[in-house]
C-alpha cells in the first residue's frame, strides 16, 4: 500500500553558533561551514521523511545572500517540498541571527535533492507527500517544475556539446573578457 506522510512530520531546524575557528582569511563564516549544515540538516528531514538512509543526490541554488559573522546564530529551517519515486527535494531557508541586537537577516535558500537507499544501496520508494497549505503546494509544483527545467537544461548541455563548431564559437567568444591563444 502506498503510505503518504505530511510535511511537518519531517520539519527539521538545525541552530549553531557561529565560533571564531568556522571564519575564513577575512573573518567572516567560511562558506563550507554553512553548506555542511545545510547538508547535514537536508539528510536528516529527507531521512525522518523517508524513513531510510539518504544520500545526497544534488543541490540547487546555493547564493549568498548575506556574510554570516562570527558570535551570530544560524538557524537552518528545512522542510520536503517534493517527493518523486525515490528521490525528494528538501528545501532549506537559513537564517543568521545577531544575539545581542536579536537582528535577523536570511542568508540562503537552497534545495537539496536526496536519494533514499534500502539496505542494498538501492533507491528506496519514498512516501508520498500530503500537502496541507497554500504554500506547501506551491512549493511541491515548483519543486516539479524545477525538476522539469534541470531535464530541459540537461539536454541543452548535451545538445551544445555535440553541435559545438570552433569557428562559430570563436566568433560568439569575441565580445567577452577572454583572449584565445590556441595551441597545437
Ligand atoms: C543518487 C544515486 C543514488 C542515484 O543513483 P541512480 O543509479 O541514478 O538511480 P536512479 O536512476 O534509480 O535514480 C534514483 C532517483 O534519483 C534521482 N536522481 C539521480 N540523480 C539525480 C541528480 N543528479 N539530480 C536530481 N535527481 C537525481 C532520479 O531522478 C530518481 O528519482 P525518482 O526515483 O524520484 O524518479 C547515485 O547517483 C549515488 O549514489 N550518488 C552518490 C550519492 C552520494 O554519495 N552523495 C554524497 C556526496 S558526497
Known amino acids: 500500500m502506498d503510505t503518504f506522510k505530511t510535511v511537518t512530520e519531517s520539519q527539521t531546524t538545525l541552530t549553531e553558533l557561529m565560533i571564531p575557528s568556522y571564519a575564513n582569511f ?20 529527507s531521512a525522518k521523511h523517508a524513513g ?21 546564530l544560524v538557524s537552518l529551517m528545512a522542510s520536503v517540498n517534493y ?6 527535494v528538501v528545501g ?6 545577531n544575539v545581542k541586537t536579536h537582528e535577523i537577516k536570511h542568508t540562503n535558500t537552497s534545495y537539496f535533492t536526496m536519494v533514499a537507499m534500502d539496505d542494498n544501496h538501492l533507491p528506496l520508494q519514498v512516501p508520498g507527500l500530503i500537502l496541507h497549505t497554500d504554500v506547501e503546494i506551491r512549493r511541491f509544483f ?8 534541470k531535464k530541459y537544461y540537461r539536454q541543452e548541455e548535451s545538445r551544445i556539446k555535440s553541435d559545438f563548431e570552433m569557428n562559430e564559437t570563436i566568433e560568439l567568444l569575441k565580445t567577452e ?8
Open 26 to 45: 577575512g573573518g567572516k563564516i567560511h562558506g563550507g561551514i554553512i553548506m555542511g549544515l545545510m547538508d547535514k540538516v537536508a539528510y536528516v528531514c
Open 52 to 72: 531510510a538512509y539518504c544520500v545526497t543526490a544534488s543541490v540547487e541554488d546555493i547564493d549568498f545572500l548575506a556574510s554570516v559573522e562570527v558570535g551570530e
Open 83 to 88: 517527493v518523486g519515486r525515490t528521490s525528494l
Open 92 to 97: 532549506i531557508r537559513v537564517v543568521s541571527e
Open 142 to 149: 515548483q519543486g516539479l517544475h524545477r525538476k522539469q527545467l
Open 177 to 184: 573578457r577572454c583572449r584565445i591563444e590556441r595551441v597545437k
